[in-house]
């Protein structure tokens, strides 16, 4: 008999993952997860503290693969492939799905190099189309009127909130399909976290997002669906109005009303 969490979702995007099982030196950490993610939308994961959240995100790209001990079951399938086969070529999947982390990882490069590093590692650039890469992707992150004279200075002297967008200008300058948020504003200052929250809205319109994050106020703000998960089990999900006004589930409430895991 099939239980909730295995019944298969009907495809509404190019990423969809059933019956995932990861472990950690055999510390189960998700357990039989089924989620379709929409496409063009912001897709929202929550959950509280050590609830598998990251893991999910990371397993989406496979960077969890170099993790001790790691072990992996199911089917992650983006356009139609299981990305889990080992024969998986992992460069292009993760220019295909790229991934923003919690805390800004600028290079030691100048601005304008990190902008470039990721695609410079698919193909070579002239330097004519250096500068259009640059500053294109500057400007759909908002930081070209901020940095546009100074490109050729060092990526660090940004302040925190500058280096998360120009993290992002990277991602998006390799042109993926899927973006990977794992907690990209639990580091900046409320100014700066609300120019990120913008910048996801506007994204869907070309990318599907996939966001962790553990502030349930950011999740009401910026989610189109969300999927709630505890103790490495999907407990619900849904639309954001459906999921935050009428949810179905009795743990589904208590996390929402106390951040309380009851699972």
């Given amino acids: 008999m099939e239980t909730e969490n295995t019944i298969q979702h009907q495809p509404l995007s190019d990423l969809a993952v059933t019956n ?142 500058q280096q998360q967008r120009l993290c992002l200008a990277r991602t998006l300058a390799i042109q993926p399909k899927i973006i990977l948020m794992d907690e990209p504003t639990s580091s900046l200052d409320p100014l700066s976290t609300r120019a990120i929250e913008n910048l996801m809205v506007a994204l869907k319109e070309t990318y599907t997002v996939i966001l962790v994050t553990h502030d349930i106020s950011q999740a009401k703000r910026v989610s189109d669906h969300v999927f709630f998960i505890c103790n490495g089990e999907l407990i619900e999900e849904g639309n954001k109005d459906q999921f935050f006004n009428i949810p179905q589930k009795a743990e589904t409430k208590e996390y929402l009303k106390n951040e309380a895991c009851i699972c």
């Fill in 20 to 161: 995932l099982n990861v472990s950690f030196s055999e510390i189960d950490v998700l357990k039989n997860i089924s989620i379709t993610f929409q496409k063009n939308k912001v897709n929202c994961i929550i959950g509280p503290s050590g609830s598998g959240k990251s893991t999910l995100l990371r397993s989406l790209n496979r960077i969890n693969d170099d993790a001790h001990k790691i072990k992996t079951s199911g089917t992650i399938h983006f356009n139609n492939e299981n990305i889990l086969q080992k024969n998986q070529d992992l460069t292009e999947l993760r220019k295909n799905i790229g991934m923003v982390f919690q805390s800004p990882c600028v290079f030691p490069k100048s601005i304008s190099e990190n902008v470039t590093f990721g695609i410079q590692q698919h193909r070579k650039l002239s330097k004519a189309e250096k500068a259009t890469i640059v500053e294109e992707n500057l400007k759909k992150v908002s930081l070209w009127s901020e940095v546009h004279t100074r490109l050729n200075e060092s990526g660090n002297i940004l302040s925190i909130g």
